[in-house]
Structure formats: C-alpha cells, structure tokens
C-alpha cells in the first residue's frame, strides 16, 4: 500500500517577512510516530511542507495530513485535492481535535485525540474495507510505543535533526494553552517507560537532542530515572520545564550532570492578576528570579516566554517586561499576544462574552489580534508585541543581558548565541537555501563547552533555547 504522510507548512512559515530558520530547526514526529504502526511492505512518503516543497501529483492509496490551527486551511485544500485523486485521507492533530464538525467534510476519517490506539485500529480497518467516519481516542498510554520511523525523516533539511518526546501532554491546565483540548477525556500528562525512552535516545546519532516535551520535568520519578540512565551517554540537550519543577528538590541538577544545556520557561506574564485569569497556578507565589539564578548557576541558559494582552496589561508592559528579562540575563525570548484556540477554556469565554473578531485561522499565529482587548487597544498591543522583540533583541540589551553572567566566558557565549540567533537571519536563510544547515549541527557540538563558575562549582555552557 502507499501511503503519504504530510505536515502542511503553518502560514507564518511561508511568509515573505517571518524568517525561516524556526520551521526548519528539528524534525515534527507525529506523523512518524504514527508510521510505525504500518507494516513494512507499505511505501510511506512523509513530507515536511516546512522544509521542501509538497509533491502532490502522486497517486498513494492512503493519505494522512496533521493539521494545525494556522495550516488548517492549507490542510483541508491538500485533503481535498487528493481525494478527487481517489485516495482515502484522514486528517487528525490538534485543530482536529478542537473542531471536528470543521475537519470532517473534507476527510473520509477523522482521528480525535492522541492517535497511539485509534491509528492502528484504523489501519486493520482500512485494510478490511471496513473504516469509520470518525475514531476517538480512549486509551491513554505509550508504554508500549514502537520505535518512531526515524528512517523516513529528511534529517539534513534540519539544523538539529535529534528530536526527541519521552511524553505526551502536561500536568498543568491553563486557561489559553491547546493541551487540554486534545486530551480531553483522559490522562492529559503520561510518559514513556524509562528503558524505553533511553533506548531511543541511545538510537539517536551525534551528542545534541532536543525534546520536544511540553515539560520534561513533570513526572519527577520518571524524569530523575531518565536524567540518571542518560549520565553516561555524554549527551547536550534542551528541554521545556516549569517554575516549580526548577524550584522543587533536586531535578534541575540531576537534568544539568545529564547534559541540559538549555530551558523553555513559561514566565508568561509578571502580573499576579494574570496568572490567575489564565489558571497558570503553578506559577503563582513562585520566585521567578530564584529559578533563574538556579539554572544560571549550572550553566543552564533559559528561553523565556512571555504572553501579552491579558486583561491586566496595560501600555507599560512590554518595556517592563523586557527590562525584566534583561536585568534577569534571559538569553532568549519567546513573545506572544493572547490567542484564543478553539477548544480552550480562554476561547469559550471569549466566544461567550463576544469577544472574538473573527475565525480566520491563518491569523490565530500569536503575533495577531484576533480578539476584543481589554485595557490596550489592538493597535497598542500589536505596536508593544513588535516593539518588545525588536528591543529585546537590539544589541544594546543583548550586551546588557550577556553582562549579568558572573563568567568572561559565559558573557561572550550569551552575546553570540543571543545574536547569533536573531540578528543573522540572512545567514540562516544562505543555509537554508543552500542545504547546508545540518552542516552546523558538529559546529553547535563542538561549541558546548564548560564554563566554570565564580564559586568553582563547574557547570555546562548552553546552546540557547530556541525561540
């Protein structure tokens, strides 16, 4: 059987003024988590539309499309061309999951929810002539997950082709964020078994990985087993983790000895009125500045995100917020206004209260408004969002930021990795063009060295989180 397997570019992604390097630096693996439940005599085509340009004059028997809020419409044409080519298409992911009744008329099946259990039921079905409209995920486990087809992932099109998920979902629930949408019904945060994720890890080639983990800190037995098991495999790597994980017994240090270079933090905002509004109570009452300095204390370097146009904001917040990430040494930043997804507990408010301007999907890309404001107007909140990155990147706060380190060699890693980042787009995109990107890969390697504190206590130096 042939089967295509797609991920349609997000609209951010090809347009002509967002920088390409985002969608190109690892490897999605849904759809090739998914392949391994085929059967080895199917011919599987996967195509990353982020990466290379969709070939769609094939004729495959079956065809399978994960769909995103910003590339469902992209999806539904895609899944409309191929069944008028007579192939059987099935869309699933998290706009899927979201809006159903949206996704159905364009698919001969659906998929709800994580697709570990529904796919291979679907696949024994199609092979009996026998599919469903629409398959709902009830079984919430990947203790058992088969070895994701990394054989079918273009690695070179990558700048770190080394991604990695040991879990699915989080422990938390806030307001805004898709998560609770796809795992409705069910366990929203499980993880592999420890052998398991290990024995991918050790699959994987080079020293670099890059977990794509919603929070790699969440299940704290879980996480201490792996970051133990990983301790002598010399591995550099980046994660995602929350405030109170870092703050919480001795996780983060056992993540460093293991190779944790860099972290994704959900700062989100600085107001302890937003916090609320969003349910981002993991974050309340936590000492944002101690975790900070408990990471830079091991050399962890830290992405911080950051969400504007909660109700709390006012005109004041984006300088506020950057200062404070600049006295706070963030190497990078990752900014976003209010984006109400479908499915979430934010967007039934503001359907609820009328607040939602329209249902363009393209525009849902957090760098729109796309919703009534409260406090700022949408021109004041789209000019603050602009400004806070064009600021937070100037080189002025990029040296400012770098200063704070208590190291020469861990201020001049800070300036380039923070620079290197943001402020050489044309170079990223030379690579790009040129596929030569996962050329960069042994450079990156190579790079991660020691830095040594001012109090001896040795640490790693990171590769920034990415952005």
Known sequence: MKIKMILPALTEAKSPYWRPIKYSLFPPLGLATLAAYCSSDDEIDLQDEHVEELQIND??????IQVYITNAFRAYKLADHYRQRGAYVCLGGLHVSSLPDEATPHADSIFIGPGEDTFPEFLKDFRNKTPRKVYVNSKRTIADIPPIRRDLIKRSHYLVPNSIVVSRGCPHHCDFCYKDAFFEGGKSFYTQRVDA???EIDRLPG??????????LGNQKFSSALFEGMKGMNRVFQGASTIDAILRGNLIEQAAKAGLRSVFIGF??????????????QNLGKDYRAAIKRCHSLGIMINGSFVFGLDDDDKDVFDRTVDWAVENALTTCTFHILTPYPGTRLYQSMEQQGRLLHR??????????????????????KAGYDHAYQSFYSWKNICRA???HDTLKHQLKHFAYAGGWKKFEPLWNFMIKTKGLNNMLPLLETILSKVKHKNNQTSV???????
């Open 402 to 404: 770098s200063m704070q």
């Open 268 to 281: 989100e905002t600085l107001s302890n009125a937003n916090l609320a509004q969003s349910n981002k109570k």
């Open 461 to 467: 130096s990171p590769f920034p989180a990415i952005a």
């Open 360 to 381: 363009n999907w393209d525009l849902y890309d957090t760098r729109q408004v796309v919703y009534k404001t409260v406090g700022l107007s949408a021109s004041a909140l």
């Open 207 to 216: 020293k670099h990985l890059y977990f794509l983990d919603d929070h790699l």
């Open 59 to 64: 004729s495959p028997d079956l065809v399978i």
């Open 197 to 199: 994720a290990l024995a």
